[in-house]
Protein backbone atom coordinates (compact mmCIF):
# COMPACT_ATOMS: atom_id res chain seq x y z
CA UNK A 1 0.00 0.00 0.00
CA UNK A 2 1.83 3.46 -0.98
CA UNK A 3 0.97 5.46 1.81
CA UNK A 4 2.87 6.73 4.91
CA UNK A 5 1.46 7.52 7.92
CA UNK A 6 3.66 9.57 10.30
CA UNK A 7 2.80 10.69 13.58
CA UNK A 8 2.97 14.75 14.69
CA UNK A 9 1.68 13.83 18.42
CA UNK A 10 2.60 10.79 20.63
CA UNK A 11 5.06 7.80 19.78
CA UNK A 12 5.33 6.23 16.33
CA UNK A 13 4.49 2.70 16.58
CA UNK A 14 5.42 0.11 13.69
CA UNK A 15 2.81 -1.07 11.61
CA UNK A 16 2.12 -4.03 9.51
CA UNK A 17 4.07 -4.47 6.04
CA UNK A 18 0.95 -4.47 4.19
CA UNK A 19 -1.22 -2.70 5.67
CA UNK A 20 -0.18 0.55 7.98
CA UNK A 21 -3.97 1.31 9.75
CA UNK A 22 -2.73 -2.32 11.25
CA UNK A 23 0.06 -1.45 14.34
CA UNK A 24 2.16 -3.93 15.58
CA UNK A 25 4.18 -2.97 18.19
CA UNK A 26 5.36 -0.12 19.32
CA UNK A 27 9.14 0.80 21.63
CA UNK A 28 7.76 2.92 24.67
CA UNK A 29 5.47 2.02 26.84
CA UNK A 30 3.49 3.42 30.29
CA UNK A 31 2.97 0.53 32.41
CA UNK A 32 -0.05 1.79 34.16
CA UNK A 33 -1.39 -1.32 35.80
CA UNK A 34 0.67 -3.80 38.31
CA UNK A 35 -0.64 -6.61 39.86
CA UNK A 36 -0.34 -10.05 40.73
CA UNK A 37 -2.98 -13.17 40.96
CA UNK A 38 -2.87 -16.43 42.15
CA UNK A 39 -5.00 -19.96 42.91
CA UNK A 40 -7.67 -18.82 44.50
CA UNK A 41 -8.42 -15.28 43.38
CA UNK A 42 -11.80 -15.04 42.07
CA UNK A 43 -11.75 -16.06 38.12
CA UNK A 44 -8.28 -17.66 38.12
CA UNK A 45 -8.79 -20.81 36.34
CA UNK A 46 -10.65 -18.54 33.69
CA UNK A 47 -7.29 -15.97 33.48
CA UNK A 48 -4.57 -18.77 32.79
CA UNK A 49 -6.52 -20.15 30.16
CA UNK A 50 -4.34 -18.10 27.40
CA UNK A 51 -1.46 -19.48 29.32
CA UNK A 52 -2.57 -23.10 29.27
CA UNK A 53 -3.62 -23.17 26.27
CA UNK A 54 -0.22 -21.93 25.05
CA UNK A 55 1.76 -23.91 27.02
CA UNK A 56 3.43 -21.41 29.17
CA UNK A 57 1.17 -22.31 32.25
CA UNK A 58 3.86 -22.94 34.80
CA UNK A 59 3.45 -21.20 37.66
CA UNK A 60 1.11 -21.20 40.84
CA UNK A 61 0.17 -17.38 40.41
CA UNK A 62 1.63 -14.88 38.30
CA UNK A 63 2.95 -11.04 38.44
CA UNK A 64 1.65 -8.90 36.05
CA UNK A 65 2.53 -5.77 33.95
CA UNK A 66 0.36 -4.45 31.75
CA UNK A 67 1.84 -1.65 28.90
CA UNK A 68 0.07 0.27 27.07
CA UNK A 69 1.02 3.11 24.53
CA UNK A 70 -1.48 5.18 22.20
CA UNK A 71 -2.03 2.43 19.71
CA UNK A 72 -1.20 -0.64 21.32
CA UNK A 73 -0.65 -2.58 24.45
CA UNK A 74 0.88 -5.71 26.10
CA UNK A 75 0.88 -8.26 29.24
CA UNK A 76 3.65 -9.26 30.90
CA UNK A 77 3.56 -12.58 32.76
CA UNK A 78 6.35 -13.31 35.11
CA UNK A 79 7.10 -14.69 38.88
CA UNK A 80 5.45 -13.04 41.76
CA UNK A 81 8.44 -12.63 42.99
CA UNK A 82 9.45 -10.73 40.63
CA UNK A 83 6.73 -8.07 40.32
CA UNK A 84 6.74 -7.32 44.09
CA UNK A 85 10.74 -6.24 43.64
CA UNK A 86 9.86 -3.94 40.79
CA UNK A 87 7.52 -2.69 43.13
CA UNK A 88 9.31 -2.17 45.81
CA UNK A 89 11.93 -0.75 43.31
CA UNK A 90 9.87 1.92 41.58
CA UNK A 91 8.57 3.83 44.19
CA UNK A 92 10.36 6.92 42.19
CA UNK A 93 9.43 5.35 38.94
CA UNK A 94 12.94 4.16 37.68
CA UNK A 95 12.57 0.77 38.18
CA UNK A 96 13.09 -1.93 34.81
CA UNK A 97 12.00 -5.32 34.27
CA UNK A 98 13.46 -8.44 32.69
CA UNK A 99 11.19 -9.43 30.28
CA UNK A 100 12.76 -12.69 29.32
CA UNK A 101 11.78 -13.81 32.96
CA UNK A 102 8.14 -14.10 31.88
CA UNK A 103 6.25 -14.23 28.72
CA UNK A 104 4.59 -11.21 27.30
CA UNK A 105 1.06 -11.05 25.09
CA UNK A 106 0.30 -8.47 22.77
CA UNK A 107 -3.27 -6.44 24.46
CA UNK A 108 -4.27 -6.51 27.70
CA UNK A 109 -7.13 -9.89 28.11
CA UNK A 110 -10.32 -9.91 28.55
CA UNK A 111 -13.42 -12.51 29.10
CA UNK A 112 -13.98 -13.97 31.99
CA UNK A 113 -11.94 -13.11 35.50
CA UNK A 114 -10.09 -10.16 33.37
CA UNK A 115 -13.24 -7.91 33.18
CA UNK A 116 -13.84 -7.62 36.79
CA UNK A 117 -9.84 -7.68 37.66
CA UNK A 118 -8.86 -4.74 35.35
CA UNK A 119 -10.18 -1.30 36.04
CA UNK A 120 -11.34 1.23 33.35
CA UNK A 121 -8.37 3.30 32.65
CA UNK A 122 -7.56 6.49 30.33
CA UNK A 123 -4.62 7.67 28.32
CA UNK A 124 -5.09 11.34 29.81
CA UNK A 125 -5.24 11.28 34.02
CA UNK A 126 -5.46 14.25 35.86
CA UNK A 127 -3.34 12.93 38.36
CA UNK A 128 -0.46 12.77 35.67
CA UNK A 129 -1.37 15.99 34.22
CA UNK A 130 -4.35 15.53 32.30
CA UNK A 131 -6.99 18.27 32.12
CA UNK A 132 -9.58 15.53 33.48
CA UNK A 133 -9.26 11.88 33.52
CA UNK A 134 -10.32 10.63 29.86
CA UNK A 135 -10.58 14.19 28.51
CA UNK A 136 -7.79 15.56 26.04
CA UNK A 137 -5.40 14.45 23.20
CA UNK A 138 -4.27 10.89 22.57
CA UNK A 139 -2.34 11.15 19.43
CA UNK A 140 -2.41 12.75 16.09
CA UNK A 141 -1.18 11.85 12.70
CA UNK A 142 -0.40 14.41 9.62
CA UNK A 143 -2.40 14.32 6.71
CA UNK A 144 -1.48 12.69 4.01
CA UNK A 145 -3.56 14.64 1.15
CA UNK A 146 -3.81 18.22 2.58
CA UNK A 147 -0.48 20.10 4.26
CA UNK A 148 -1.22 21.06 7.60
CA UNK A 149 -3.72 19.26 8.73
CA UNK A 150 -3.93 16.44 11.01
CA UNK A 151 -6.26 13.48 11.93
CA UNK A 152 -6.65 13.74 15.67
CA UNK A 153 -7.59 10.87 18.35
CA UNK A 154 -9.34 12.47 21.47
CA UNK A 155 -10.73 11.44 24.79
CA UNK A 156 -14.14 13.29 25.41
CA UNK A 157 -16.68 13.55 27.50
CA UNK A 158 -20.14 13.58 25.53
CA UNK A 159 -23.73 11.79 25.02
CA UNK A 160 -24.88 9.71 22.19
CA UNK A 161 -27.74 11.84 21.77
CA UNK A 162 -28.93 15.44 22.97
CA UNK A 163 -29.87 15.70 26.11
CA UNK A 164 -28.30 12.31 27.38
CA UNK A 165 -26.28 10.73 30.06
CA UNK A 166 -22.50 11.88 29.75
CA UNK A 167 -19.76 9.13 29.05
CA UNK A 168 -15.85 9.18 28.46
CA UNK A 169 -16.05 8.53 25.07
CA UNK A 170 -13.27 8.16 22.26
CA UNK A 171 -12.89 9.17 18.78
CA UNK A 172 -10.83 10.97 15.91
CA UNK A 173 -11.01 14.63 14.20
CA UNK A 174 -10.27 15.42 10.49
CA UNK A 175 -8.85 19.02 10.39
CA UNK A 176 -9.10 18.96 6.64
CA UNK A 177 -12.63 17.71 5.92
CA UNK A 178 -14.15 18.26 9.67
CA UNK A 179 -15.50 14.78 9.36
CA UNK A 180 -18.40 14.86 12.52
CA UNK A 181 -17.98 11.12 13.78
CA UNK A 182 -20.93 11.09 15.96
CA UNK A 183 -22.94 11.26 12.04
CA UNK A 184 -20.74 9.15 9.74
CA UNK A 185 -21.19 5.43 10.71
CA UNK A 186 -20.88 5.89 14.52
CA UNK A 187 -16.82 6.36 14.61
CA UNK A 188 -17.35 6.71 18.12
CA UNK A 189 -16.68 4.46 21.17
CA UNK A 190 -17.15 4.21 25.05
CA UNK A 191 -13.74 4.63 26.07
CA UNK A 192 -13.29 1.86 28.31
CA UNK A 193 -9.67 0.75 27.82
CA UNK A 194 -6.61 0.34 25.82
CA UNK A 195 -8.72 -1.66 23.00
CA UNK A 196 -10.85 1.21 22.97
CA UNK A 197 -8.16 4.37 22.15
CA UNK A 198 -6.43 1.36 19.74
CA UNK A 199 -9.82 0.81 17.68
CA UNK A 200 -10.34 5.01 17.44
CA UNK A 201 -6.52 5.43 16.64
CA UNK A 202 -7.08 2.94 13.58
CA UNK A 203 -10.34 4.40 12.74
CA UNK A 204 -8.14 7.57 12.19
CA UNK A 205 -5.52 5.58 10.34
CA UNK A 206 -8.23 4.62 8.11
CA UNK A 207 -9.39 7.84 7.66
CA UNK A 208 -6.69 8.77 5.87
CA UNK A 209 -6.00 5.57 3.71
CA UNK A 210 -9.64 6.94 2.30
CA UNK A 211 -9.17 10.23 1.77
CA UNK A 212 -5.37 8.78 -0.18
CA UNK A 213 -7.35 6.54 -1.95
CA UNK A 214 -10.48 8.87 -2.71
CA UNK A 215 -10.00 12.61 -2.02
CA UNK A 216 -10.82 14.84 1.15
CA UNK A 217 -14.69 14.93 1.90
CA UNK A 218 -16.65 18.25 3.12
CA UNK A 219 -18.44 17.65 6.31
CA UNK A 220 -18.32 19.69 9.12
CA UNK A 221 -17.36 18.71 12.65
CA UNK A 222 -16.14 19.66 16.20
CA UNK A 223 -13.36 21.54 16.02
CA UNK A 224 -13.60 23.90 19.02
CA UNK A 225 -13.03 20.67 21.05
CA UNK A 226 -9.39 20.65 19.59
CA UNK A 227 -8.88 23.85 20.03
CA UNK A 228 -9.60 23.44 23.94
CA UNK A 229 -7.90 20.24 24.25
CA UNK A 230 -4.72 21.65 22.72
CA UNK A 231 -5.25 25.01 24.39
CA UNK A 232 -5.23 22.43 28.00
CA UNK A 233 -8.73 23.58 28.46
CA UNK A 234 -11.21 20.98 29.56
CA UNK A 235 -14.82 21.80 27.06
CA UNK A 236 -18.16 21.19 27.97
CA UNK A 237 -19.59 17.78 27.44
CA UNK A 238 -20.69 17.22 23.88
CA UNK A 239 -23.84 17.80 22.75
CA UNK A 240 -25.25 17.81 26.64
Known amino acids: MSITITNTYGTAHHVSETNPAHVTSCDRYRLPLVGTIAPGNPGYEDMV ?87 GLVTAFAHTETPDAEVIVYEFEGTWSSGGTPQQLVTYHCTACHLDTFHDCGHVHENTGPSSRRWAARQARQHLISAHRHGVGDTKGPCSIIRELRAGVRPPVYRA
Do not use: C
Not at 62 to 86: C, D, N, P, R, V
Not at 115 to 128: E, G, M, Q, Y
Open 49 to 135: DMLRENGHDTREGYGLIFLESEEFSATYFGSIEQIEKYKRENVDGTATFDASQGVMYAQWPHGKGWDDFLPRTFWNVKARGGIADGV
